[in-house]
């Protein structure tokens, strides 16, 4: 017979299930905290050493690991090297002795080969120096479809300590720091191959220019050494040299500055474009046919004063170079879009064919009308507006003249 079942009977089941479901958000809720905690913190890290001096230290703080180490894998991929270790309040990320285990090796090692995660209880490590450990925790840090970089590990004195819901967060929390680790190891990758390819083009740069010099110099004493005895033929023949001369070097300087763009540090701060175009006027030369006006006040945006200016200088030197016309005008105007500003900067120069707008932002393509032109200018235009999320184009009528535009985010 089926026993009766109570309202009170029923009341209290729907009580223990409720208290269950709670237990459970908490639980989840905790996890996620844990997790989300865990990536703000690393995201800032820079450098390998300081990404897993962050690791080790925010294991410690939400999860309670008074032990805990991290293995990264060696070149060689045989071997498991102790990279950071935290223990008792103590952070070693420069370990002079570290220990080492070959793949397969302890648990650290076998959790390498098996790409899963384990819990060791119940291991005893007592002696005169270390204490005893009773619980283990190894977690892998894959990526790429599960290849192992390294090893998240840990232990505890108080028995049965480490949980399945341990590994359930480290799993996640592993996953993260390896990725986290494989984009910190190309920054630096990049990083290095970048001040080499500087230093390189630094080198190179001094060292071509140094012969350019020399020939200068033997051209100009030749011509001098001999005043009244060349003919006109020679004489066009040695300027012809002195432009030749005059190309290699804008060329090379030109290499340098491109080059240069992306390793100069960034200064945020309110820059007044106003401000960048009175310091234009008093840079470059403006011939005394040739007048430039804003049609509105510029806005004060936000970024390196330094690369503004090497906008406008390129833009409204490059139309300098190309204005023919007895009265020239350089007319820089803006209007503020949704989101984004649109410049641009109109001549009355020489125009340019349809043809070559798609060429002319590219490194050394420079329309071959003007001898001191580079060919690099306007590509370190592009790139700089570019690296402002911004876009760059332009409008032209042969024989009538040029409107360059390009835009700048607000933010």
């Not at 390294?150 to 720091?177: C, N």
Request: glycine share 6%; aromatic share 8%; net charge negative.
């Amino acid at each position: 017979m089926k026993p009766n079942c109570t309202i009170q009977d029923e009341e209290s089941l729907n009580i223990q299930i409720q208290h269950r479901l709670i237990e459970k958000l908490t639980a989840t809720n905790n996890e996620l905290m844990t997790i989300n905690s865990f990536a703000e913190t690393i995201q800032d890290g820079k450098g390998t050493h300081e990404v897993l001096d962050s690791m080790v230290k925010k294991l410690n703080s939400l999860l309670g690991f008074t032990d805990c180490e991290i293995f990264l894998m060696d070149e060689a991929g045989e071997h498991l090297v102790q990279s950071v270790r935290f223990i008792d309040g103590d952070c070693q990320t420069e370990i002079d002795d570290p220990v080492i285990f070959k793949i397969g090796e302890s648990l650290v090692g076998e959790v390498c080969v098996t790409g899963h995660a384990r819990i060791a209880g119940d291991v005893s490590l007592e002696s005169e120096e270390s204490p005893s450990f009773l619980s283990e925790i190894a977690i892998p840090m894959t990526h790429d479809e599960r290849k192992v970089m390294g090893v998240i590990h840990s232990r505890h004195p108080g028995k049965d300590f480490f949980q399945e819901s341990h590994l359930k967060t480290l799993t996640t929390i592993a996953s993260m720091a390896a990725t986290k680790l494989i984009q910190t190891k190309n920054y630096e990758r990049i990083a290095e191959y970048q001040t080499q390819l500087e230093e390189y083009v630094h080198i190179v740069s001094h060292d071509l220019k140094s012969p350019l010099r020399s020939i200068n110099a033997l051209v100009a004493w030749i011509k001098e050494d001999n005043i009244g005895k060349l003919d006109d033929k020679t004489l066009q023949n040695i300027d012809l040299i002195n432009h030749t001369l005059q190309q290699m070097d804008n060329l090379i300087t030109g290499t340098l500055n491109y080059s240069k763009l992306a390793y100069t540090e960034e200064c945020m701060e309110e820059v007044n474009l106003n401000h960048i175009i009175q310091q234009i006027e008093g840079i470059l030369y403006f011939p005394e046919h040739i007048s430039m006006k804003l049609d509105s006040v510029l806005p004060t945006v936000i970024g390196d004063s330094t690369k503004f200016l090497q906008i406008f200088q390129n833009l409204i030197g490059n139309a300098l170079k190309f204005i023919n016309e007895p009265a020239g005008l350089i007319t820089i105007s803006h209007v503020e879009r949704e989101g984004h500003y649109e410049f641009s900067i109109t001549d009355n120069g020489i125009g340019i064919e349809r043809k070559y707008f798609h060429k002319i932002f590219e490194v050394f393509q420079a329309l071959s009308v003007s001898k001191d032109s580079s060919g690099v200018g306007l590509s370190i235009v592009k790139k700089l507006v570019n690296y402002y999320g911004g876009d760059i184009w332009l409008e032209s009528t042969v024989g009538v003249g040029t409107t360059f535009y390009f835009t700048l985010k607000k933010d």
